[in-house]
C-alpha cells in the first residue's frame, strides 16, 4: 500500500517563499515519476513540475520554470517543491501524486497511479 502525505502549505504574502513536501509511505522505488500538480478554485488541475526516479531529471510547466524547484532525498522517502517569488496566481491547493510508468503523466497529462490529499497554499497581494 502506497500512500502519498503532503505538507508545508500556508498562508505567504507575494514574493516570498514556501517548500513543501511530501512523504511517501510504501515502496518508493518502483515509481517511474513523481510530481506536483495545483489547483485553484474553479480552474482545472494543472501539473507544475516533476521528477523522474531513474537520474533525477526534473522539468516544469511555463508558469512556475524558474521560481520553482522540485528535488528528492532518497534517504528519507520524500519529494520536495521550493516555491520562491509567489505570486498571488499560484494560490491553489498542491498535490503531490506518482506515476508507476513512462511516460510521465505530469506534465503530459495523463493518469498518475497515487495522490495525496493536498496541501493549501494562499499568496496574498
Known amino acids: 500500500q502506497v500512500q502519498l502525505v503532503e505538507s508545508g502549505g500556508e498562508s505567504v504574502q507575494a514574493g516570498g517563499s514556501l517548500r513543501l513536501s511530501c512523504a511517501v509511505y510504501?515502496?518508493?522505488?518502483?515509481?517511474?515519476?513523481m510530481g506536483w500538480f495545483r489547483q485553484a478554485p474553479g480552474k482545472e488541475r494543472e501539473g507544475v513540475a516533476e521528477?523522474?526516479?531513474?537520474?533525477?531529471?526534473?522539468d516544469y510547466a511555463d508558469s512556475v520554470k524558474g521560481r520553482f524547484t522540485i528535488s528528492q532525498d532518497n534517504a528519507e522517502i520524500t519529494v520536495y517543491l521550493q516555491m520562491n517569488n509567489l505570486k498571488p496566481e499560484d494560490t491553489a491547493m498542491y498535490y503531490c501524486?506518482?506515476?508507476?510508468?513512462?511516460?510521465?503523466?505530469?506534465?503530459?497529462?495523463?493518469?498518475?497511479?497515487?495522490w495525496g490529499k493536498g496541501t493549501l497554499v494562499t499568496i496574498s497581494s
Open positions: 501524486a506518482a506515476d508507476l510508468s513512462g511516460p510521465c503523466a505530469v506534465l503530459a497529462g495523463g493518469v498518475m497511479n497515487y
Open positions: 521528477i523522474y526516479r531513474g537520474g533525477g531529471s526534473t
Open positions: 510504501g515502496d518508493l522505488y518502483s515509481f517511474y515519476c
